[in-house]
């Protein structure tokens, strides 16, 4: 069972409507802010169950809660299959995908979902091993934006990559040899990889690539954090694409 402790989170959840849980709330009345109270208001609407329990309780379930834990029984995470996001490309002239391959820090995972959902893209594509997977942190760093952007988990990621493509979308690997990113508009149906934190993208999804594309850069360093250069290019494409 998951267990969410960020006040973004709980309540991001439970407007999404992306979970079933039981909210367990401090009987502590004088630790309830404004926060705890929005939150309870937002579960009265969703008829979610509410428990006031001893902090000491909350502790032993959480040690890093904040007055407040949703505990998650089932998620109804935005469903969207692989085959749909496939047949719903030949319905749209648009379209943006990213790839996260085998990226291990939930942190990384939950900053990249807020962008994500932040620039519209339409879905997030992560491995079902080897990577991290949806936790609290990722929930936390993700400001709540995990509960509303689809998520699809795969067992093959060059399976999933060859799929798309087939299905019309232009793969972009990011890479620091890649060509610069916004030299030209990219592809209004775009896929972009996303390489783990130290090794960047695998080879096999790199071979499947149409286009390798880089960020440049002018500082002292040669390389920024997987999150941020995930936001740059979801920007790029919204910049040259959509507007």
């Not at 996260?100 to 942190?107: G, M």
């Not at 936001?231 to 919204?238: C, F, H, K, N, S």
């Amino acid at each position: 069972m998951k267990h969410l402790s960020s006040f973004h989170a709980i309540l991001e959840t439970l407007r999404a409507g992306s979970a079933v849980g039981t909210l367990y709330v401090t009987a502590e009345e004088h630790r309830r802010g404004p926060r705890i109270r929005e939150i309870l208001e937002e579960a009265g609407r969703r008829s979610t169950t509410v428990l006031f329990v001893p902090e000491s309780k909350l502790s032993e379930m959480s040690p890093g809660h904040r007055g407040i834990l949703l505990a998650v029984e089932s998620e109804l995470r935005r469903e969207l299959s692989l085959e749909a996001l496939c047949e719903r490309a030949s319905q749209v002239d648009a379209s943006l995908v990213f790839v996260l391959d085998h990226i291990e820090d939930p942190h990384n995972v939950g900053a990249i979902l807020r962008s994500a959902d932040a620039f519209g893209v339409d879905a997030v594509i992560i491995p079902a091993r080897r990577a991290s997977p949806l936790t609290d942190a990722a929930a936390r760093s993700s400001a709540g934006a995990s509960a509303w952007m689809p998520v699809i988990q795969v067992s093959n990621l060059r399976a999933a990559v060859d799929a798309l493509k087939g299905a019309g979308y232009w793969v972009y690997a990011a890479d620091m040899e890649g060509a610069p990113v916004g030299g030209r508009p990219m592809s209004k149906k775009a896929l972009v990889v996303l390489g783990n934190e130290g090794k960047g993208a695998s080879r096999i999804l790199r071979e499947a690539a149409d286009e390798s594309i880089s960020i440049s850069m002018r500082g002292h360093v040669d390389s920024l954090n997987v999150s941020v250069s995930a936001a740059i290019l979801m920007y790029e494409y919204r910049r040259t694409c959509r507007g």
